[in-house]
């Protein structure tokens, strides 16, 4: 369908695929002389099923197709207990997948199934890239595509391991998505958006954004000052963080509040009797309550009447003739617990920022559940000073948080722990901030993120001369090449933990390796360690705290012989050869990616393949 991708072409055509925990999204944009208008950006609303409706995201549901029934995916498998969901969690190993999407029992399902993590990934991936080629043919004249290069864009989150953005290249590549893919931070992306759709005069250089992406299942909060406007660019300030406290959660502490209200026992029967007005319920509330609740008209005197059909009345769970009724109490209970961690992800960025002297101008809350009433109630009654003036009421910056567009802005801040004049916004189309910035990434030559922070260590193990002074003496080695004591397992780190490394700029890694075969393959483990201070030597404990990200793989044949020092070893006489060449870092919004070079040239780059 797409015409073949052409480098250097000035026109492209961009499709974003933001793959997420419980929903997903799909954006197309058309790339000419390095622009894209962001309100040209066009977003899949229309999704399969038969009970479709129209919707900027689709669920990450799969159901493996069976004997008599074909692959259903999205829509189709929603309310089905048989789908796997929260699948994306499988990329990250690191990742805790939440109670209703128990990891075991999954993994359980997929080996009678006889898959494995990797194909539901792919195989949903492979449906969502399928649908979105006939959108994109419904979009474009077939002879418009014919010739002209299609990028593909996926957005990962900020706080995944390497190893996790590269498990989502790879589950991609298999799904048949084309090219040579670009990953994108996802808060990144989601401020590029938000940011660059703001009126130019509530925007200013020196202006430190933190962006919370809350989602579904995950919320991911970076903290960003802008740099430059036109182009807009800025630079991370302090590593982002996330956690599991996305919106689904709150569907979950609503099942649990049912059965507080029920009682354990008569709400296993219910279950088990009225299976689908459960279901329905659900979806009531998930759909219509959830997303409006803390609005502006709603009190706490507000009452939710939901319908529950078939289940008899009951006093105590407040059910009467096939409706049961929420309590504002009822429903900020639900919600509390889970506001109450994303309020620490941000208290902790704030914090972040302000020790390194930077002031916070304001807050984005991005995603689906960022776009939440309720949330932002609470974000602005934490973060700002409460009772400056009477426009300072509560219902002021309610009425103002749905216009969206504009800033909300809180002057005359007393002296306390808020921060004076902090703005706190809620974008246009903040439900899709994501996937339209992903677009918004590909229209500059240059990174959007001058800088990055990385969120740890990067390192390698190496042999040095042995000090007894310095190194423990169970590290002591021999060289076979020149006869001397040489101290094993010694950590150089490179790339420290919160280093600052600026795009396009490099981190070089030096090594000087001795062989016997100028043609051979170069080796390289690249570990890692999460700690705070890592450790000099890789024994005892540290074993443990620094861990193999990935073998790194340089083409030796590729440097000319004249580069090369031929040396004979003292231990047998032998001819080897000696060669000093650096690998070039650079930390990407999609993770590392490494080039090799000697004496300043580059021999081309380096593979990576994950431990």
Not at 157 to 186: F, H, N, R, Y
Not at 272 to 289: G, N, P, T
Not at 376 to 385: C, Q, S
């Amino acid at each position: 369908m797409a015409g073949p991708r052409d480098e250097k072409s000035d026109e492209c055509i961009v499709v974003a695929i933001d793959f997420g925990t419980t929903f997903s999204g799909v954006a197309f944009g058309k790339l000419s002389n390095l622009t894209i208008d962001p309100d040209k950006i066009d977003v899949i609303k229309a999704w399969p099923g038969e009970n479709a409706f129209t919707s900027e995201k689709v669920p990450s549901l799969l159901i493996f197709a069976g004997r008599n029934s074909p692959t259903k995916w999205g829509l189709e498998a929603q309310g089905n207990s048989e789908a796997f969901q929260c699948f994306k969690l499988f990329l990250d190993d690191r990742q805790e997948f939440p109670p209703w999407a128990e990891k075991y029992t999954q993994l359980t399902q997929l080996r009678v199934l006889n898959k494995t993590p990797a194909d539901v990934v792919t195989e949903y991936l492979r449906h969502v890239f399928e649908f979105s080629q006939e959108k994109l043919g419904e979009r474009y004249p077939e002879d418009v595509l014919a010739v002209t290069a299609v990028k593909y864009v996926l957005t990962v989150p900020a706080i995944w391991s390497d190893a996790a953005k590269q498990a989502t290249l790879d589950a991609a590549k298999s799904a048949g998505i084309p090219g040579d893919m670009t990953l994108v931070s996802e808060p990144e992306a989601a401020a590029l958006y938000a940011l660059t759709i703001q009126h130019p005069k509530s925007l200013q250089k020196g202006n430190v954004w933190i962006v919370c992406d809350a989602g579904g299942g995950t919320v991911d909060v970076i903290t960003l000052e802008v740099q430059r406007l036109a182009p807009l660019q800025f630079c991370e300030v302090a590593a982002g963080t996330g956690g599991l406290c996305g919106s689904a959660f709150i569907d979950a502490e609503f099942l649990k509040l049912l059965e507080r209200l029920f009682g354990p026992m008569r709400w296993e029967a219910i279950l088990k009797k009225h299976r689908e007005a459960v279901q329905d319920l659900k979806q009531e509330f998930s759909e219509r309550v959830k997303p409006k609740f803390g609005s502006v008209e709603a009190t706490e005197d507000t009452t939710y009447r939901l319908k529950f059909p078939g289940v008899p009345s009951n006093k105590e769970a407040r059910v009467r003739a096939g409706y049961m009724t929420l309590l504002h109490s009822d429903i900020a209970s639900l919600f509390d617990n889970v506001v109450g961690k994303i309020l620490a992800l941000l208290e902790d960025q704030q914090r972040a920022a302000s020790k390194l002297g930077k002031v916070v101008t304001g807050i984005l809350l991005v995603g689906g559940f960022g776009q939440s009433p309720y949330l932002f109630k609470k974000v602005a009654a934490h973060f700002i000073p409460s009772g400056s003036t009477s426009k300072k009421t509560s219902a002021g910056w309610e009425q103002m948080s749905l216009k969206r567009r504009r800033p909300i802005i809180y002057e005359d801040a007393d002296e306390s722990d808020h921060v004076p004049n902090m703005i706190l916004l809620q974008p246009f189309n903040g439900l899709t901030s994501v996937v339209r910035g992903a677009i918004l990434s590909q229209a500059s030559e240059s990174s959007a993120v001058l800088s990055r922070i990385s969120r740890r260590h990067y390192g390698l193990e190496a042999h040095v001369p042995f000090n007894k002074n310095l190194h423990s003496s169970e590290t002591r080695w021999r060289s076979d090449f020149d006869g001397t004591h040489r101290a094993l397992h010694q950590m150089t780190w490179p790339i420290t933990k919160r280093q600052r490394m600026a795009s396009g700029e490099p981190v070089f890694l030096g090594f000087s390796v001795d062989t016997w075969n100028k043609k051979d393959s170069y080796h390289i483990d690249m570990l890692c360690c999460d700690d705070d201070d890592a450790p000099k030597e890789r024994i005892g404990p540290a074993v443990v705290s620094v861990y193999p990200l990935y073998k790194l793989k340089a083409e030796l044949a590729l440097v000319p012989d004249t580069l090369w020092t031929n040396r004979w070893s003292t231990a047998n006489g032998k001819e080897y050869y000696s060669l000093k060449f650096q690998l070039g870092a650079h930390l990407e919004s999609g993770g590392l990616r490494f080039d090799f070079r000697v004496d300043g040239e580059i021999y081309g780059t380096v593979q990576a393949k994950f431990e």
